[in-house]
T-cell receptor, first 117, second 113 residues
Framework: EAGVVQSPRYKIIEKKQPVAFWCNPI?????LYWYRQNLGQGPELLIR????????DSQLPKDRFSAERLKGVDSTLKIQPAELGDSAVYLC???????????????FGPGTRLTVL | KQEVTQIPAALSVPEGENLVLNCSFT??????LQWFRQDPGKGLTSLLL?????REQTSGRLNASLDKSSGRSTLYIAASQPGDSATYLC????????????FGQGTELSVKP
């Protein structure tokens, strides 16, 4: 079974440029998460989708970040414009079931390492 | 604020040694606690998942314990090997957080041959 796929794996851009990350979750997984991991820290949730609905985006900086999950499968996370402080690893994860009592393991992709110069 | 803390931040041990990694959390109202492994440049791999009703879980040389009342978990690694070198992350799913994982900062483990 294929795992969570993310692309690109690495991205280097200059500040004020836009950037987009793509995630394909494990087939059949209804819940999708985007996390940001700063160097030396644990991941922090940016947004959670249940199917195509964003049910928790409280940590997403909405002035410059946006995300979508059309048709409840693939997802794209965008930053426009990027700032120096956005340099981090962006991780996508998925889990099978829905709901606030979700106790399933989350399966993580390899991440996209973003460097903003 | 619901927080997860891991100590130490880094640990270096000789091969063959048994070791313990620590995780503490601020709220006992949890659904579960997970231990993950992260290799450099890679994503996270789930090692053990302990539901709130459980006290421990074991997988091979790994044993994780959970004490909700004290807000603590430990990950015990027996007979460590150089291949165990990685960063180990503890993550908690608290009530009323919709399945969101709250991660600790991680412990970077180095096992020397």
């Amino acid at each position: 079974e294929a795992g969570v796929v993310q692309s690109p794996r690495y991205k280097i851009i200059e500040k004020k440029q836009p950037v987009a990350f793509w995630c394909n979750p494990i087939s059949g997984h209804n819940t999708l998460y985007w996390y940001r991991q700063n160097l030396g820290q644990g991941p922090e949730l940016l947004i959670r989708y249940e199917n195509e609905e964003a049910v928790d985006d409280s940590q997403l900086p909405k002035d410059r970040f946006s995300a979508e999950r059309l048709k409840g499968v693939d997802s794209t996370l965008k930053i426009q414009p990027a700032e120096l402080g956005d340099s981090a690893v962006y991780l996508c994860a998925s889990s099978p079931r829905l709901g606030g009592r979700n106790t399933d393991t989350q399966y993580f992709g390899p991440g996209t390492r973003l460097t903003v110069l | 604020k619901q927080e997860v803390t891991q100590i130490p931040a880094a640990l270096s041990v000789p091969e063959g040694e048994n070791l313990v990694l620590n995780c503490s959390f601020t709220d006992s109202a949890i659904y579960n606690l997970q231990w993950f492994r992260q290799d450099p440049g890679k994503g996270l791999t789930s090692l053990l998942l302990i539901q709130s009703s459980q006290r421990e879980q074991t997988s091979g040389r790994l044993n994780a314990s959970l004490d909700k009342s004290s807000g603590r978990s430990t990950l015990y690694i027996a007979a460590s090997q150089p291949g165990d070198s990685a960063t180990y992350l503890c993550a908690v799913t608290f009530y009323n957080q919709g399945g969101k994982l709250i991660f600790g900062q991680g412990t970077e483990l180095s096992v020397k041959p």
